[in-house]
T-cell receptor, first 116, second 113 residues
């Protein structure tokens, strides 16, 4: 199974709402990632979890709160977002160990988020 | 700061043509380089991963080469098909933070029947 799944596919929320994005993989990967992609732009890294611990936070505003409850699941909790946060949110996973010769990242289909 | 550029930004070809997509990066201290395709509004599909010690990788009609010292990679697509229409992204993984992918600006490919 080389699939990364994300739910929901689409999400519309108001600026006062609280919502969560979910990501799941069953490839035994121990690194998981959140990316944000605006229209016609490349993805931008937000967070990286390695062995269920946050290892990289790319100075993301606190209204985005990641969580990795176990090695297969990754959540992104959203609160008090702004309209400019509307984007495609992508989850990815990979092996961690460099010596294994690959940190090839596998991406999910994304969640299209619209903030009104 | 690593910067990744892809040329051309857009490409339109008739079906059956062989084509080359280019990717250049400013810092040669990379761990690997990965090529992806992205269909409109969809996630990224990994096509090929080239480790810094490798010169090329092949998968079906795709061949990717890497010249790390000159900061260049090319993706060669043989006998293009309409199903190849997508945006192609290259991304490098720097030695200083191998989990951080730095993406290029992308090439939008349209293959006409």
């Amino acid at each position: 199974d080389t699939e990364v799944t994300q739910t929901p596919k689409h999400l519309v929320m108001g600026m006062t709402n609280k919502k969560s994005l979910k990501c799941e993989q069953h490839m035994g990967h121990r690194a998981m990632y959140w990316y944000k992609q605006k229209a016609k732009k490349p993805p931008e890294l937000m967070f990286v979890y390695s062995y269920e611990k946050l290892s990289i936070n790319e100075s993301v505003p606190s209204r985005f709160s990641p969580e990795c409850p176990n090695s297969s699941l990754l959540n992104l909790h959203l609160h008090a977002l702004q309209p400019e946060d509307s984007a495609l949110y992508l989850c990815a996973s990979s092996q961690v160990a460099v010596l294994r010769g690959g940190n090839e990242q596998f991406f999910g289909p994304g969640t299209r988020l619209t903030v009104l | 700061k690593q910067e990744v550029t892809q040329i051309p930004a857009a490409l339109s070809v008739p079906e059956g043509e062989n084509l080359v997509l280019n990717c250049s990066f400013t810092d040669s201290a990379i761990y690997n380089l990965q090529w992806f395709r992205q269909d409109p509004g969809k996630g990224l599909t990994s096509l090929l991963l080239i480790q810094s010690s490798q010169r090329e990788q092949t998968s079906g009609r795709l061949n990717a080469s890497l010249d790390k010292s000159s900061g260049r990679s090319t993706l060669y697509i043989a006998a293009s098909q309409p199903g190849d229409s997508a945006t192609y992204l290259c991304a490098v993984s720097p030695n200083t933070g191998f989990q951080k992918l730095v993406f290029g600006t992308g090439t939008r490919l349209l293959v006409s029947p």
